[in-house]
């Protein structure tokens, strides 16, 4: 790659103006990522590359969201890998402050963000639980299991023994949708139902399944399902 032309550390200031000035939205995703390979490839013109990354990858979500093993494959040095992947971690960082210590009901958009940017652009589909306590606070977040919900007999055995270890009084479920579209499947209709009725039971409540994808996402609750 060419040395920069003598005016990048120019451009570069006047980026980080903008930035400052007109906080994360004045920038374009190709000219974040450029920055950010700019911390890791200094003296060099990083704007090319940061559009042929966004390209390649299918946007800023998709490029973060790359596990670091496939980044080192396309050639990324490791300090580019590392560019990425804090910026990846200080941003689930800030949106994970938004809900812990709070009522996750009463913070719906809150954690709406932080699953969106958590889940939204994974390659393959995620199932995570939110185990609550009786004043709704979060007791875990954890991915349960990765793949397809068919098998939702042994699924609802996972989460509901999974609940009684951690002393939970109520559910979230959460999955998301690699092909972009957060519209509930069969699948997860009846997987949801068979949990509601097996939490019933062991007065696990579950208060809703929220499904993610790159376009958007929806609550079976709100939609009537639940």
Do not use: C
Request: no cysteine; hydrophobic share 45%; glycine share 8%.
């Amino acid at each position: 790659m060419a040395d920069a032309p003598l005016d990048a550390a120019g451009h570069r200031a006047r980026l980080r103006q903008r930035l400052f000035d007109g906080g994360e939205r004045a920038l374009l995703d190709h000219e974040l990522v450029e920055y950010l390979l700019a911390l890791a490839i200094p003296r060099r013109d990083t704007k090319a590359q940061a559009k042929a990354l966004l390209n390649q990858f299918g946007g800023i979500g998709r490029l973060l969201d790359t596990p670091h093993e496939a980044l080192r494959r396309e050639g990324l040095s490791d300090g580019v890998i590392a560019a990425l992947k804090i910026a990846q971690a200080t941003a689930r960082r800030l949106l994970e402050t938004r809900i812990e210590d709070r009522p996750i009901l009463s913070s719906w958009d809150a954690l709406g963000d932080y699953l969106t940017a958590t889940m939204a652009h994974l390659a393959i589909e995620q199932v995570r639980v939110l185990f609550l306590n009786a004043k709704n606070l979060l007791l875990a977040n954890e991915a349960l299991w990765t793949g397809s919900v068919d098998e939702a007999a042994v699924h609802v055995r996972e989460v509901i023994a999974r609940a009684i270890a951690l002393g939970a009084t109520a559910i979230i479920i959460v999955h998301n949708h690699p092909s972009g579209d957060p519209s509930p499947s069969q699948q997860d209709i009846r997987l949801t139902r068979d949990l509601i009725d097996a939490g019933r039971h062991m007065r696990v409540a579950v208060h809703d399944h929220v499904i993610v994808g790159s376009q958007g996402r929806t609550s079976m609750k709100a939609l009537g399902l639940i």
